[in-house]
């Protein structure tokens, strides 16, 4: 069962980010302040639930919360400053749309760029943990999704309303066989050929 909160005290605001290994499309990342009572049987770490509850869960989330916001950063920003940078700066764009301020963040994963004024804790699989980062991954993951979804309309060769952008077999072949979209990470390992070095 997931945990309310960390401590009692202070505000808290879990924070997670989805697409971080995706070949194409930005990161997505979310901030959320629950209430310290908020539950649902249904709410786990986003890579725990199907993706009807996913769709199921945020609006529930979206309602319940004492505050909500995603940051985007797009496959240029991840090109030109790398993918960790990129996830840390996703969190801090929907840290800033929060209309509650909050006084902890509570970070999934091991490391974080500080936000200013605010402490932090990172927590490893801090989504199967907290709530409230449990509950930041839904939203990022769904908002991700939706968002890969409409990419897979203008280039529905990569099949991006099933793999989403990841590296799996058949966006791989994809890429293989039709090249590059202006959506991919550029910086990444999108082709076996870029694997291959001539020394």
Not at 68 to 73: M, S
Not at 98 to 118: E, V
């Amino acid at each position: 069962m997931l945990k309310s909160f960390h401590q009692n005290k202070l505000i808290e605001a879990g924070c997670d980010e989805a697409g971080r290994g995706c070949l194409a499309g930005p990161v997505f990342a979310a901030a959320v302040i629950l209430p310290k009572d908020f539950y649902h049987p249904l709410l786990n770490d986003s890579k725990q639930v199907t993706e009807e509850h996913r769709y199921e869960l945020r609006p529930v989330i979206e309602k319940e919360a004492m505050s909500y916001a995603v940051g985007i950063v797009d496959h240029e920003v991840i090109d030109a400053i790398n993918i960790l940078k990129a996830s840390f700066k996703a969190m801090h764009l929907a840290i800033d749309q929060l209309t509650t301020k909050p006084q902890l963040l509570l970070i999934d994963g091991n490391r974080f760029t500080t936000y200013a004024g605010i402490p932090h804790e990172c927590i490893i699989q801090g989504d199967g943990i907290y709530a409230s980062i449990a509950a930041a991954s839904i939203l990022a993951k769904t908002y991700r999704d939706d968002y890969m979804k409409q990419l897979h309309q203008q280039f529905p060769q990569y099949k991006w309303d099933s793999n989403k952008g990841y590296a799996t077999l058949q966006h791989r072949t994809a890429i293989e066989e039709h090249g590059l979209s202006p959506y991919h990470r550029k910086s990444f390992q999108c082709l076996p050929s870029q694997l291959e070095l001539d020394l």
